[in-house]
């Protein structure tokens, strides 16, 4: 993804720009949907995903901790949207927060049959 490669980039200030940038992705992940019949493209869905991948992305995983808990926020609001695309965007986002959270083996060792 295009975001993940600019902000993982190794400059000068990438923490600033990751900061920034995640605040307006948060931003437009938690507007209200507007009441037009159409809703097939919501900036929410994008904002959410592109969130996700950045949280996911090893590259910036240590810059990207401080927004775990606002990621968490995100989700427990977008998990009792109305729309189907937000609600399972933040399902996937929550998925990869536990995973975070937890550790993948933890979760691999907890769901082992």
Known sequence: MAIVAIVGKS?????????DT????FEIASMTVSQSKDHLDLPQ?????VIRTI????DVAEESQSFISDAFE?????ISSTYFPI???????????????????????????
Do not use: P
């Open 11 to 19: 400059v000068s200030g990438r923490k600033l720009f990751l900061r």
């Open 22 to 25: 995640m605040l307006k992705l």
């Open 45 to 49: 869905v994008h904002a959410i995903n």
């Open 55 to 58: 949280l996911h992305d090893s």
């Open 74 to 78: 995100l989700c427990i609001s977008g």
């Open 87 to 113: 609600r399972n965007c933040s399902v996937m986002l929550f998925s990869v927060l536990v995973s975070k959270s937890l550790g993948g083996n933890v979760i691999r060792r907890f769901f082992t049959i």
